[in-house]
């Protein structure tokens, strides 16, 4: 419990993402975003909100800690669909390091999908996302973010 507490507040986030997953494309594009966070249940959840201004949609994560399997599930929402991906990232945190995996749907296939938190202190923290194709041999990271506090 408590590991998402560093999140909560506004962050500025660069965020920097493959263009085209799964593909051989190395063509990567950059865009800024806006983030807060808060922590709910005595640190037991965290809900964020970020916006990405030049791309014309926003998100929004849940995390919900599980007391009996001491793990956390995290679930996305964006507002391009307005559906919640009930297909949670689940993990946790080994110190300053979090690492989460689950599935998610890439060109109409499904694929493993791992979510790597990285805490740099308490004004910065890094979040990347890598896809697999070949049951987690090998990953491609294809979407990374930058927070910085705001």
């Not at 964006?78 to 599935?103: C, I, P, Q, W, Y």
């Not at 049951?135 to 973010?145: F, I, Y």
Request: aromatic share 14%; glycine share 14%.
């Amino acid at each position: 419990m408590n590991d998402f507490d560093f999140l909560a507040g506004r962050w500025n986030v660069l965020s920097r993402r493959l263009i085209k997953p799964l593909s051989g494309s190395g063509a990567w594009e950059e865009f800024p975003g806006f983030s807060v966070a808060t922590r709910h249940f005595g640190g037991a959840a965290s809900v964020d909100e970020i916006e990405f201004p030049t791309k014309g949609f926003s998100g929004m994560t849940v995390r919900l800690y599980d007391v009996r399997a001491g793990q956390w599930a995290i679930y996305w929402a964006n507002s391009a669909t307005g559906r919640l991906d009930t297909s949670a990232m689940v993990g946790g945190f080994d110190g300053d390091r979090g690492k989460f995996h689950g599935e998610e749907t890439v060109a109409g296939r499904r694929v493993r999908c791992r979510f790597v938190w990285t805490v740099m202190g308490p004004g910065a923290a890094r979040w990347e996302q890598a896809f697999s194709d070949d049951g987690g041999r090998t990953w491609e990271t294809n979407w990374t973010m930058d927070f910085s506090r705001a």
